[in-house]
């Protein structure tokens, strides 16, 4: 691959060996600044070629004859530090001394320790455990020169801006600062004015937005036959690889567990898994071994799995920049992709929002009916019988034909009850009927959160301090509250308390079912607040 500028000779051999054939956009633009040393800011969503962006311009410059961790890379999730490291490892390949640690939760911090011991340059790693080695001592980055932010928007996202923050506090001033996010709040533009030195700002999105690989559909469907409607489509496109997206975790087990009694060889991850079987789990999906992998939106977030053929929304994801992150795990350089959203009656409105962020029309479709997804695996049926005749040695099946044979039944009969037998994948009842819905999109629904005399707003007693997240209280409050999680608006976590906003018609509802339940280990005490607008000032100065 030719490069506009020079590279170390080992570097250029690592590239190639991985398949390299041209830089992506994000790599063209950003490259050059950082090996001039520049500050960067590279906005440009998953899949575009984000980690070479910056580990590229890394490797050549690092002094790998020193034993100091020169650069430290922040991100939001285990696997992704994981996937970073491996990316890290495959580049400088034929750079024998460049060494490579990572540092996050879930993983005894012994083992961490020794491994830190060996001097690697480069450390990659989630906020909270960073901090636990940088108070321990067993991380010294007075000598860092790099310092990379990926994924910055979910770790503000996740509430990590305390420990960023922190983080900075233990490294040189003078250093080379590099932060990667897919969108650009507010939240992120205002770290990167307080820890970074007249950055160049890399917007790569447009093409990502509109990606031409990808062919994106939707189905009206009614909840309940959603899963169906997934079966269906499973068998009848047949993806090698194939993501379904979930909400929440809750759906996500049930999905799961409801695909594989149909027969469907498929797999989870979602946070709530110990940190071995989400790895686990990552690498069967990543080698083909698990061909459905069922996930929640951030314990997906950063994957890079190339081979993925299809995604599936499941639920609509309940903002429109979800949907461009789930998609661009498809269709990825190169490959054409298919992306299936199943809506339901309450979720048109989002595919609205969806295609004004996309600036696109996403395509609607029907869902086959039960007769061709039988006519489809007949097919594939006569097709691994064709082949198991054509290839493999049958004597021992010619033995129980033959034993068959001297039954009163004719072949034709033996041959009938045979298919039965292989039909009959699970116990699960076949709904056979035509499950696609016609409805209408409403056109003057409020965009945003409802007027203050439709909603009513909440105080809770937990917050940061208690390591509380929005999912905690979106899962908090839907699960005992019939209220869809798109309708728990304005969540806002401070350090000791919270607040949320829902439709008016729920208040009494949260009141009598959630007031002194458990959240995190403590007891939920709930009172009404004033309007979102009357707290937005002290909420915006306290976050910044």
């Given at each position: 691959m030719e490069m506009e500028f020079e590279m170390k000779k080992e570097l250029q051999m690592g590239i190639e060996e991985m398949g390299f054939v041209e830089l992506t956009d994000i790599q063209k633009v950003t490259m050059p600044l950082l090996l001039e040393g520049k500050d960067v800011i590279g906005h440009s969503h998953t899949g575009t070629g984000k980690t070479a962006a910056y580990a590229i311009p890394i490797l050549e410059k690092i002094?790998?004859?020193?034993?100091?961790?020169?650069?430290?890379?922040?991100?939001?999730?285990?696997?992704?530090?994981?996937?970073?490291?491996?990316?890290?490892?495959?580049?400088?390949?034929?750079?024998?001394?460049?060494?490579?640690?990572?540092?996050?939760?879930?993983?005894?911090?012994?083992?961490?320790?020794?491994?830190?011991?060996?001097?690697?340059?480069?450390?990659?790693?989630?906020?909270?455990?960073?901090?636990d080695h940088l108070e321990r001592h067993t991380i010294k980055l007075d000598q860092l020169t790099f310092m990379v932010m990926d994924e910055a928007d979910e770790m503000l996202k996740m509430g990590f801006q305390e420990d960023i923050e922190k983080i900075f506090s233990f490294i040189p001033e003078k250093r080379q600062t590099m932060m990667f996010s897919a969108t650009m709040p507010r939240t992120v533009l205002a770290l990167a004015k307080s820890y970074m030195n007249n950055p160049e700002i890399i917007k790569i999105i447009g093409k990502e937005e509109t990606n031409e690989d990808v062919v994106q559909y939707y189905y009206k469907v009614k909840r309940e036959n959603k899963t169906e409607a997934i079966y269906r489509l499973l068998n009848v496109y047949r993806p090698k690889l194939a993501l379904i997206f979930c909400n929440t975790k809750a759906k996500v087990d049930e999905l799961t567990q409801q695909l594989i009694e149909r027969g469907i060889n498929c797999d989870k991850i979602h946070g709530d898994l110990p940190q071995s079987t989400r790895l686990d789990v990552l690498k069967k999906f990543h080698n083909g071994v698990i061909e459905v992998m069922v996930a929640t939106d951030v314990a997906a977030r950063g994957l890079d799995i190339k081979a993925v053929e299809a995604v599936f929304n499941y639920d609509v994801p309940e903002k429109a920049d979800y949907y461009v992150h789930r998609i661009g795990r498809t269709g990825r350089i190169g490959n054409i992709g298919y992306s299936f959203t199943l809506v339901s009656k309450g979720e048109m409105k989002q595919i609205e929002e969806i295609?004004?962020?996309?600036?696109?029309?996403?395509?609607?479709?029907?869902?086959?009916?039960?007769?061709?997804?039988?006519?489809?695996?007949?097919?594939?049926?006569?097709?691994?019988?064709?082949?198991?005749?054509?290839?493999?040695?049958?004597?021992?099946?010619?033995?129980?034909?033959?034993?068959?044979?001297?039954?009163?039944?004719?072949?034709?009969?033996?041959?009938?009850?045979?298919?039965?037998?292989?039909?009959?994948?699970?116990?699960?009842?076949?709904?056979?009927?035509?499950?696609?819905?016609?409805?209408?999109?409403?056109?003057?629904?409020?965009r945003g959160a409802a007027s203050n005399d439709k909603t009513a707003r909440f105080h809770l007693n937990i917050g940061k301090i208690d390591d509380l997240t929005v999912s905690d209280i979106l899962d908090f409050v839907c699960s005992k509250i019939q209220v869809q999680r798109r309708e728990v608006q304005d969540i806002a976590i401070l350090t000791e308390f919270s607040f949320f906003t829902v439709p008016s018609q729920f208040a009494d509802g949260v009141m009598i079912k959630l007031n002194g339940s458990k959240l995190k280990g403590k007891t939920a005490k709930l009172s009404a607040s004033k309007p979102m607008n009357s707290e937005r000032k002290r909420f915006d100065n306290y976050r910044h």
């Amino acid at each position: 691959m030719e490069m506009e500028f020079e590279m170390k000779k080992e570097l250029q051999m690592g590239i190639e060996e991985m398949g390299f054939v041209e830089l992506t956009d994000i790599q063209k633009v950003t490259m050059p600044l950082l090996l001039e040393g520049k500050d960067v800011i590279g906005h440009s969503h998953t899949g575009t070629g984000k980690t070479a962006a910056y580990a590229i311009p890394i490797l050549e410059k690092i002094d790998f004859e020193s034993d100091a961790i020169q650069s430290l890379i922040i991100c939001p999730t285990r696997e992704l530090s994981l996937q970073i490291r491996d990316e890290i490892l495959r580049i400088s390949k034929y750079l024998p001394k460049v060494k490579v640690v990572t540092v996050y939760g879930g993983d005894p911090i012994t083992n961490q320790i020794y491994a830190l011991k060996k001097k690697p340059q480069i450390i990659v790693g989630t906020p909270g455990r960073t901090i636990d080695h940088l108070e321990r001592h067993t991380i010294k980055l007075d000598q860092l020169t790099f310092m990379v932010m990926d994924e910055a928007d979910e770790m503000l996202k996740m509430g990590f801006q305390e420990d960023i923050e922190k983080i900075f506090s233990f490294i040189p001033e003078k250093r080379q600062t590099m932060m990667f996010s897919a969108t650009m709040p507010r939240t992120v533009l205002a770290l990167a004015k307080s820890y970074m030195n007249n950055p160049e700002i890399i917007k790569i999105i447009g093409k990502e937005e509109t990606n031409e690989d990808v062919v994106q559909y939707y189905y009206k469907v009614k909840r309940e036959n959603k899963t169906e409607a997934i079966y269906r489509l499973l068998n009848v496109y047949r993806p090698k690889l194939a993501l379904i997206f979930c909400n929440t975790k809750a759906k996500v087990d049930e999905l799961t567990q409801q695909l594989i009694e149909r027969g469907i060889n498929c797999d989870k991850i979602h946070g709530d898994l110990p940190q071995s079987t989400r790895l686990d789990v990552l690498k069967k999906f990543h080698n083909g071994v698990i061909e459905v992998m069922v996930a929640t939106d951030v314990a997906a977030r950063g994957l890079d799995i190339k081979a993925v053929e299809a995604v599936f929304n499941y639920d609509v994801p309940e903002k429109a920049d979800y949907y461009v992150h789930r998609i661009g795990r498809t269709g990825r350089i190169g490959n054409i992709g298919y992306s299936f959203t199943l809506v339901s009656k309450g979720e048109m409105k989002q595919i609205e929002e969806i295609e004004r962020l996309l600036k696109t029309k996403i395509k609607k479709r029907s869902i086959p009916t039960y007769d061709k997804v039988l006519d489809v695996k007949n097919e594939k049926l006569i097709a691994r019988i064709v082949e198991l005749a054509d290839s493999e040695n049958c004597d021992k099946e010619y033995e129980i034909l033959n034993k068959a044979i001297a039954t009163p039944l004719t072949e034709d009969k033996i041959i009938v009850a045979l298919l039965k037998m292989l039909a009959k994948e699970s116990s699960v009842e076949v709904n056979q009927e035509d499950i696609n819905e016609e409805f209408e999109i409403r056109r003057d629904f409020n965009r945003g959160a409802a007027s203050n005399d439709k909603t009513a707003r909440f105080h809770l007693n937990i917050g940061k301090i208690d390591d509380l997240t929005v999912s905690d209280i979106l899962d908090f409050v839907c699960s005992k509250i019939q209220v869809q999680r798109r309708e728990v608006q304005d969540i806002a976590i401070l350090t000791e308390f919270s607040f949320f906003t829902v439709p008016s018609q729920f208040a009494d509802g949260v009141m009598i079912k959630l007031n002194g339940s458990k959240l995190k280990g403590k007891t939920a005490k709930l009172s009404a607040s004033k309007p979102m607008n009357s707290e937005r000032k002290r909420f915006d100065n306290y976050r910044h």
